[in-house]
């Protein structure tokens, strides 16, 4: 059982999604380690910065709780160290887990204009609180097209296994986790260019009380591996300063 100190996903996403396959005699409730969704109403970034590459710019995550007479929403949205948003995601949460209800994606076009982007969720599920063992999958699937693909789209899809307990440290605090192991791939289909089906595989962790603490990324053995870890939390205000500092 891995246990991972405690300081980025591109990928697109990263939440363990739709059950396809059984174990419920056996299941379990992990919902306290997905987000802090109840305390989050005033939002907080979270800095993610990779272990080995210090070269490389930290990503910003602002999470934010959204409650309603009707239901409880839960958004984020995802910054690069340029400040200028990159997906932004809705999520509702549900009595057995959350669901992605809204998938935006921007991308800046040849006049440095952002363009929004709407995915189709094809696996609405963004973290189960039941989940059994290592034989159970999580399907997560979105589909979308961005202004560069102009003959062709993207489909992303990730099979997630829960694999268990484990420890993560975190500003000199250790905190009780879970973790999942993950296999994906990014569908790139072009009527022009041709197709391209890029796989990955990598791991998170989830700590209690806090959430994403840590997630790696692997692309196969000629490329590079990635392995991103919570370094700080703070309000988007701090962020903000940053950006203004920045575009002083």
Same mark, same amino acid.
Do not use: H, M
């Given at each position: 059982m891995p246990i991972y100190p405690g300081s980025h996903l591109l990928f697109l996403v990263f939440?363990?999604?739709? +059950? *396809? #396959?059984? =174990? @419920?005699? /056996?299941?379990? &409730?992990?919902? &306290?380690? %997905?987000?802090?969704?109840?305390?989050? !109403?005033d939002g907080?970034?979270?800095?993610?910065?990779?272990?080995?590459?210090?070269?490389?710019?930290?990503?910003?995550?602002?999470?934010?709780?959204?409650? !309603? &007479?009707?239901?409880?929403?839960? !958004?984020?949205?995802? %910054? /690069?160290?340029?400040f200028v948003p990159r997906q932004l995601y809705r999520e509702e949460m549900v009595s057995n887990g959350i669901l992605l209800q809204? +998938?935006?994606?921007?991308?800046?076009?040849?006049? @440095? /204009? /952002? *363009? @929004?982007?709407?995915?189709?969720?094809?696996?609405p599920n963004s973290f189960p609180f039941e989940v059994a063992d290592a034989n159970t999958i999580y399907l997560y699937k979105v589909r979308f097209q961005l202004p560069s693909q102009a003959n062709g789209q993207t489909t992303v899809i990730i099979n997630r296994r829960f694999q268990g307990d484990t420890t993560y440290t975190y500003q000199g605090t250790t905190y009780p986790a879970v973790y999942? #192991?993950? @296999?994906? $791939?990014?569908?790139?289909r072009d009527s022009v260019l041709g197709d391209i089906e890029p796989h990955f595989?990598?791991?998170?962790? %989830?700590?209690?009380?806090? =959430? +994403? $603490?840590?997630?790696?990324?692997?692309?196969?053995?000629?490329?590079?591996?990635f392995h991103h870890q919570l370094v700080d939390r703070y309000p988007m205000s701090e962020l903000a300063e940053q950006a203004k500092k920045r575009w002083e």
């Open positions: 939440a363990p999604l739709l +059950l *396809i #396959s059984c =174990g @419920q005699d /056996q299941s379990r &409730d992990i919902r &306290d380690y %997905y987000f802090p969704v109840r305390e989050l !109403t907080l970034v979270y800095e993610y910065r990779d272990l080995n590459y210090d070269s490389l710019t930290p990503d910003f995550w602002y999470y934010n709780s959204i409650p !309603t &007479d009707s239901a409880f929403y839960f !958004t984020k949205a995802y %910054y /690069q160290n340029d809204d +998938l935006f994606l921007f991308e800046t076009d040849s006049t @440095q /204009q /952002q *363009i @929004q982007v709407k995915a189709d969720i094809l696996s999942f #192991s993950l @296999q994906g $791939v990014a569908e790139q595989s990598g791991q998170e962790i %989830y700590a209690k009380g806090l =959430g +994403l $603490v840590y997630y790696e990324r692997s692309y196969g053995p000629d490329a590079p591996a």
